[in-house]
């Protein structure tokens, strides 16, 4: 009995007692981010065939008007962004477009083509093909990096070819790669075989045909500016242009051959005047050296990324370019 009213004493006890409910957690405050901060971008343009600095044109960075200054300078103050597309235009150039970085402060050097002095349908005839193909004309075609030339030893039958011949093409590639390129491109490494390196990155395979049926009529052909790829020099003489016109006396193969498709090679296409090294037809002397105008516009698109089109605009993104082929 004592026992029954201990245990009903102590249930009583137990269901009397509330425990104490937790204090509510503080709300966790984030501070606000604070404003994005100002920060400029600015430019200079100046004209790629000169260097001359270029003013009064109209400038426009992502749909934001502005002018160039006397200096040729341009100032934009940005609070956001990554990329941004910069057109140039105006009566003293042709148009421009390419695309910047803008996500933080930087200054840029912007070039244009001058118009002065400047023949805007030869440029085209050299860079995209417009002598041959006016209505389809080409994007920039061009190597970013000094290609390795392997020269062959032999034709594609195994025939020796001859050593002063070799010797004359060395020499004549080591010169057209940084002429054509006005030093953008380095002399380059000439290596000898029997072998190929044609579709091998960084390379340009000289070979020669076993016989002229693939180049009947002509002194070579080359693929225009393809990594790993080849030029073709007629080592048998061409049929219908006469034995003198391919070669020199002292070797089969003449230098303006050599410069010429060195030129398809390197990204360049026919022109319309017999003084052009790379003229579609047949030269007058078989040392031509590249022409002036042929060196001028060569070095603008030089200063350009591949896949520029027409008039003047850089790519958005990287361009890759289905190969092509020129026939001297």
Known sequence: MRSLILLGLLCSACGGSNPTAPSPAPPIVTPAPPPPQPYT????VTATNGGQVLGGLNVTLNGQPTTTNGAGGFTYTLTSGSTARLTLDGSGIVPRALTLNVASARQVAVGAIGLGGFDLTFYR???RNGFEAPATLQP?????RTPIIYLKTVDEAGEAIHGPTLNLIE???????PRWTSGVLGVPIVERGTETRVGVSGFITI????DNTALAGVCGTAQVAQDGGWIELNYHGASGLGGGVCRVPGAVVAPHTVRHEIGHALGLWHTDR????MFGGTWLDP????SARELAAAAIAYQRPVGNVDPDSD??????????????
Do not use: C, I, Y
């Open 41 to 44: 971008v600015a430019g200079a």
């Open 125 to 127: 005839a050299l860079v």
């Open 140 to 144: 920039l075609r061009r190597w970013t």
């Open 171 to 177: 020499a004549t590639v080591k010169d057209a790669v």
């Open 207 to 210: 070979r020669f045909p076993a």
């Open 274 to 277: 017999v003084t052009d090294v």
């Open 287 to 290: 040392n031509q050296q590249p």
């Open 315 to 328: 790519p958005t993104s990287t361009v890759n370019l289905a190969p092509m082929t020129a026939r001297e």
